[in-house]
């Protein structure tokens, strides 16, 4: 996995610097070299330089492209019953290695291969498998979907629901990590240089890491599956901007933020939403919990998290208005979808996973 490393890093290098944008041509200067210099078997040379061809176009045609990419981390390109076989309870690759298979997911089995990686990731190696899954069929519904820092709100101005986000959780490990690396990054601790600090470090990282993924897989298809049921559309709100936007905001909400991880969380409801036929829209997030969605006046606090408008008296938690405010604005795709006409929402505590919020 090293050699093939070292071999992509090589074959990205060349492309760029020769300007071999093709299959032919990236084959002509670096098949032999791979098979030669690198000791990589046939099949696996030529996943290597088709990898760093897909690689390097990706990045000339990047606008803002920096330096050349480059490959840091142990994971090979193979290639379905070419670079490697599932046999029984064995996958089979090149050179005559056989990986016993100890977990499978047969969902994915009557569909085609895309591509696959095999990964060498905290002393196991991991076979990812992408499969090329038939898209369902769309349709014109009502819905919103809205995040938060703490909690996350799904509703319109009928329903909502609320869940509890893993911010918390995750924050626990990683301030774990810190307080160690603050601990014995001082000078006079000779420890820091043991590997079982390290290790220890790494591992709450890792796990403040896995909780947010696990969490954002989970509320994802939770509620996808919930707007289904429901004949609803997505709508969220767009978060390309967010980073520069957390500058302005204090250090702990922005940390918590940051912890959350929306771009994930972005990637993975509009992955659930394609693969389940929900429609997506995306609205500006500019103004969507400050505005009264009744008349559009600016709102004004009345107590932690409650606004109310001094025109038309409506008064929300400001959840709920940036679930109307988002819906009111992905209604300029759909028409008209409800009338914000939410109830009174005060109470700012989140429910269980998948309660209604009672008026």
Known sequence: MR??????????????????????????????????????????AVDCYREALGTAKSWQENPDKGAVP???????????????RVKGEYVEIPDGFRLRIIGWDRRYD???????????????????????????????????????????????????????????KALHYKR???????????SKYKAWLRRGIRKRIGHFHRKARNIIEDWVKKISYMSVKQAKQQQYAIA?????????????????????????SYRKLEFWIDWQAEKQGVPVAIVEPEETSSTCSNCGNKLRENGYRVLRCVNCGFEADRDTIAVLNIEKKSSLRWGSLTTPTAPQMKDVNPNRCGEPTPP
């Not at 969220?236 to 912890?259: A, C, M, Q, S, Y």
């Open 110 to 168: 009557s569909y085609p291969n895309k591509e696959v990686r095999l990964l060498f990731r905290d002393g196991a190696f991991i076979l990812c498998i992408s499969k090329r899954i038939p898209k369902s069929a769309t349709y014109i519904p009502k819905g919103v979907l809205d995040i938060n820092e703490k909690h996350s709100v799904m509703g319109n101005s009928e329903i909502e629901y609320r869940f509890e986000t893993a911010v918390e």
């Open 70 to 84: 480059k490959a840091r981390k142990l994971r090979i390109w193979l290639t379905n019953e070419l670079s490697y």
């Open 236 to 260: 969220r709100e767009d978060f390309t901007d967010l980073i520069e936007n957390l500058r302005k905001l204090p250090e702990d909400h922005k940390v918590g933020l940051i912890v959350l």
């Open 176 to 186: 774990l990590a810190e307080n160690l690396q603050k601990k014995y990054s001082a």
């Open 3 to 44: 050699r093939y490393r070292d071999a992509l890093n090589y074959s990205i290098r060349t492309i760029v610097e020769k300007k071999a944008l093709s299959l032919s041509k990236a084959h002509k200067l670096l098949y032999n070299d791979l098979k030669e210099k690198y000791g990589l078997p046939s099949r696996i």
